[in-house]
């Protein structure tokens, strides 16, 4: 195809019912349509000439440019006599190829692309947003959404421009102008459940700042906070309340200086003996559980409130005597609403709190919705600190006068107070990190503490715990020598230290245990920790790795039974199972056999209970359900017999754990343990 196109008017250019393009999208061909009536048509259409019309051309391939220049006509954008460039064919049967090839492989551009170039025309041409929202047929708030996604952090920037991430998940970094919060939580987010989630990573920017309808801002003020240096982020769908303060340190500290000049003020006035502050709207449950609520006087009623209250109590008694099971009109209605708020009012009032109370109390200065410092409605008693006991008895007749004054305990706000706490905590876990016997016996304690005790979890500071995971299966219960084995280990711990009440005293003598004691602990605590996964699923490799690094002969631990086994597979199953074992003659001689009475002579076989040749029996005793096994090879592995240690081919030595466990057994009672000899 050689020929060039040639410029027809656009009255003489129609539609091909051959163009395959059938459907369109409005929005789309607004934005195509203004840039036409911008740039002109850049890009030629193509047609096939119209038979006895000449000069006359049906469009095969750009419909929908076609479709824009007629509308901009009849509008009188363009003249009449547009002139259109066309390719003509001279072959009709290349049309709707031509068509179908110049919309079929078509590729979209990268939302990247899109905003560079948008950042492009404006610096390089010195156009403005409108400018090229209006070339491009586009909303100047679309353009600026554009521009902002030009000025993303690099990380983000370049996974939207690889594909990594979808234009939805870039605008939702995009809603901070903070390059390096965006950075922060793009490298938070990587590999995370939910690092396409939206809302979730509008959530983890937002975490990094304070909205400006936030109490803790309207507490601080704007301008106080942009006077201290506070930078205020805004993006095109925020206003003067949702605008975001990126300096959260700002914040805080100005919101706690007011709350502590608001608490000096409360506690002047009021008499409390301690007024604490809380830089949220509420008072979190952990800082008032060790306090006590204080509960005032109840508010003695005047003789005349005591008679109107009788007399309100006796109305409504008998309006719900009147109406009996009926609806109360509208009328009674209201007026049983009105007796019952006057009710309230003389009956719930606040009880009064004495000037001793408040001398013993403890009060809270929250925020209120409003911005504004705030009593909080409950007071609390702290408890009574123990007086220490008198050293020398020539101090006991000390005067008033010569007794030290008591200190005025320093107000802190909370946040300070959970930075201290902060800090001594480093100072612990530097020295538990420098001291791995220490960090050993503290790590096993805080597992099995918590492990051992179903109240008072809350008291201990660590999340370290040694929980057992939900069993796969509801109500299962275990007959196996391991399930028998397990209940002895159980049994033989050292419980003594669990007999003290607080967990200082507990902790004190978990660590006065022997070695044998707190190892054994150890041992208990991490076992129970372990997942039932089944064969094939995620992790039960690594739990047969442990099977194999551990040596465990499971032949000498499980055997199957009708119960455990056999009875839960098929009567053809076991047969074939039968033919492995003693061939195609053992396998006849049981063919007709009940499937109940099947799974009970299969039991008895693979117990190595039945008479047969030995090498037979040999594998009988070997046999184990794939699931069983440790040993992920194909063929079975050779039998264990006693203390025999029965090298395998990947190098591992089936026997060893089972061996160690043996003489850890007898150590104890002189014996051998019935499973074992009995397997033996």
């Known amino acids: ?254 919101a706690e200086e007011k709350l502590v000049e608001a608490a000096a003020i409360v506690r002047e006035r009021d008499g409390f003996a301690e007024v604490r502050i809380v830089s949220a709207t509420h008072i979190p449950y952990s800082d008032t559980y060790e306090l006590e609520p204080l509960r005032g006087d109840p508010v003695p ?57 408040r001398s013993q109390a403890v009060a809270y200065i929250v925020i209120g919705q409003d911005g504004s410092p705030r009593l909080h409605e409950q007071l609390y008693i702290a408890p009574a600190a123990e007086e220490p006991a008198d050293e020398d008895e020539g101090d006991a007749g000390a005067s008033e006068e010569d007794a030290p004054a008591t200190p005025t305990k320093a107000m802190i706000s909370q946040r300070l107070a959970d930075e201290l706490a902060m800090m001594k905590t480093e100072l612990i876990a530097v020295h538990v990190a420098g001291d791995p016997l220490f960090a050993i016996d503290l790590g096993t304690f805080l597992m099995v503490d918590a492990a051992s005790r179903s109240r008072d979890v809350w008291a201990i500071p660590s999340d370290l715990r040694a929980t057992a995971p939900s069993p796969r299966v509801a109500g299962f219960v275990s007959e196996t020598r391991a399930a028998s084995r397990w209940s002895a280990i159980e049994e033989g711990l050292d419980r003594s230290w669990l007999d003290h009440e607080e967990i200082e005293g507990r902790y004190d003598a978990f660590c006065a245990l022997a070695d044998e004691s707190r190892a054994a602990w150890l041992g208990w605590a991490i076992a129970r920790t372990l997942h039932a996964v089944p064969a094939g699923k995620a992790g039960s490799s690594f739990l047969d790795h442990l099977g194999r690094k551990l040596g465990i002969a499971v032949a000498h631990w499980w055997r199957p039974t009708a119960r455990t086994y056999f009875d839960r597979i098929s009567k053809p199953t076991i047969l074939s199972l039968f033919e492995d074992i003693g061939g195609s003659e053992l396998r006849h001689r049981y063919a007709a056999a009940k499937k109940h009475d099947l799974a009970a002579s299969a039991e008895r076989l693979f117990a190595g209970d039945m008479i047969m040749e030995a090498d037979g029996k040999e594998r009988a005793l070997a046999w184990l359900p794939p699931q069983m096994r440790f040993d992920v090879a194909d063929d079975v592995p050779a039998v264990v017999r006693g203390e025999e240690a029965v090298p395998q081919p990947d190098g591992t030595v089936l026997g060893t754990g089972d061996a160690q466990l043996g003489e850890a057994d007898q150590s104890e009672t002189g014996e051998t343990p019935p499973d074992l000899a009995d397997a033996a």
Not at 45 to 50: E, F, N, R, T
Not at 85 to 90: D, K, Q
Not at 329 to 347: P, T
């Open 301 to 357: 009623l005047t003789d005349a409130e005591e008679a109107r209250q009788v007399e309100l109590e006796a109305a409504i008694a008998a309006i719900e005597e009147e109406s009996g099971d009926e609806e109360l009109s509208e009328e009674e209605e209201s007026r049983l609403q009105s007796l019952e708020s006057e009710l309230s009012a003389i009956a719930d009032r606040v009880p009064l709190v004495s000037d001793e109370q």
């Open 1 to 254: 195809m050689t020929q060039l196109p040639i410029l027809v008017a656009a009255s003489k250019l129609t539609k091909s019912p051959t163009n395959v393009r059938k459907t369109s999208d409005p929005d789309a061909d607004a934005q195509l349509e203004a840039n036409i009536a911008e740039r002109g048509i850049i890009q030629n259409l193509v047609g096939l000439p119209v038979a006895r019309k000449k000069g006359h051309y049906r469009i095969t391939a750009g419909g929908r440019r076609l479709d824009c220049v007629q509308r901009l006509i009849e509008a009188g954008t363009l003249d009449a006599d547009y002139l259109v460039p066309v390719l003509v064919l001279a072959d009709a049967k290349d049309a709707i190829e031509i068509s179908l090839s110049e919309n079929f492989f078509r590729l979209a551009m990268n939302p990247a692309e899109a905003c560079r170039a948008f950042q492009d025309i404006i610096e390089t041409e010195g156009k403005t947003p409108a400018d090229v929202a209006k070339r491009f047929g586009l909303t100047e708030r679309f353009v600026l959404g554009r521009l902002r996604l030009a000025s993303l952090a690099q990380p983000v920037f370049d996974a939207l421009a690889a594909g990594e991430i979808s234009l939805d998940v870039a605008i939702a970094y995009a809603s901070t102008s903070d390059i390096e919060r965006q950075a922060a939580v793009f490298t938070q987010m990587t590999g995370n459940y939910y690092r396409n989630n939206v809302g979730e990573i509008r959530r983890q920017l937002a975490s990094f700042s304070y909205r400006a309808n936030d109490p803790r801002a309207l507490l601080v003020g704007r301008d106080a906070y942009i006077e201290a240096g506070g930078r205020i982020d805004r993006d095109l769908f925020s206003d003067a309340d949702t605008e975001a303060w990126l300096d959260t340190h700002i914040v805080d500290q100005l």
